[in-house]
C-alpha cells in the first residue's frame, strides 16, 4: 500500500515467547515463534517507521539493520525492557506471548528427581500491555488476544480491561492460525468496528493490521 505511510513515527512492538526459569536447565515457556510480530516489524520499517522490537527466545532474525532489536528472555526482562522507551513510541503494538506465571523460587542448582509428585509454586507475572493501557497518554495502543474460546467475548473484554484502542484476535480453533505458522486469520476489534480478515502469510496479515492502525490514526 502506501509507501512510507508511517514516516516520523516510531513503532515499538513485543513479539515471541517469554521464558520463566525453574532452575539453570528449565523453564516454563510457549509455542510462539516470534513470526508474527517480526512481520509486523518489518511491514513498519517498509512503511518509514522507525521500529523497536523487544523479542523473547526466538529464532527470527530481522532483515535491516532499521529495526532496533532488544533480545529479553523473561516477562519480567520483557517490562522492562518495554518501559524504557515505551513513552516516546507513537503506536505500540504487543504481539508476544508472555507467561502469566512464573516460578516462585528459581533453583541455584538442576533440581534432582526424587519424588513421584513434584509442584512447582508459581507467582503472577507483571501484565506489560495492562501497564502501558494504564501509563498511556498519545499512543496508539494495539493488543493481540489469543483464545481457545469465547474468542469475540475475551477480545473484547481485554480491550476494555487493558485500555487498549485496538485488538488483533487470533483464535486456536481456526486451522492455520496462532503459533509458528506462516499464515494467521485475525479479527480486528476497536471500540466500534469490527473486520474478519481471511487465512493469509503473516505478512499480509501485518499488512492489514497496520493498514487499520494507520487508518483510525487519520481519524
Ligand atoms: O509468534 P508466532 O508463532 O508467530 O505466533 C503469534 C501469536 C499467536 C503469539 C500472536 O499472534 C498472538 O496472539 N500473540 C498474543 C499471545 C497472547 O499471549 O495473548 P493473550 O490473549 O494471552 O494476551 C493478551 C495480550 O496481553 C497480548 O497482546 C499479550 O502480548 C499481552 N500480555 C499478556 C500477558 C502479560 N503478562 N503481558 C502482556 O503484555
Known sequence: PQ?????????????GPTYEAIDPVRFIGNHSSGK???????????????????????????STKNIEIHRITSAKEMYDEVF????????????AAVADYAPKIVAKEKIKKSEEEFAIELVKNPDILKTMGEKKTHQFLVGFALETQNEEENAKSKLQKKNLDMIVLN???DEGAGFQKDTNKVKILTHSEQKEFSLKSKDEVAKDILDFVETQLKK
Not at 505511510?5 to 513479539?15: E, P, Q, Y
Not at 524504557?84 to 504481539?95: G, T
Open 3 to 15: 509507501s512510507h505511510s508511517l514516516d516520523g513515527k516510531t513503532v515499538l512492538i513485543t513479539a
Open 36 to 62: 508474527m510480530g517480526f512481520s509486523l516489524a518489518e511491514e513498519a520499517v517498509k512503511r518509514g517507521a522507525k521500529v523497536i522490537l523487544i523479542s523473547g527466545p526466538t529464532s527470527q532474525k530481522t
Open 84 to 95: 524504557k522507551y515505551y513513552e516516546k513510541v507513537d503506536i505500540a503494538i504487543a504481539s
Open 171 to 173: 483464535s486456536l480453533r
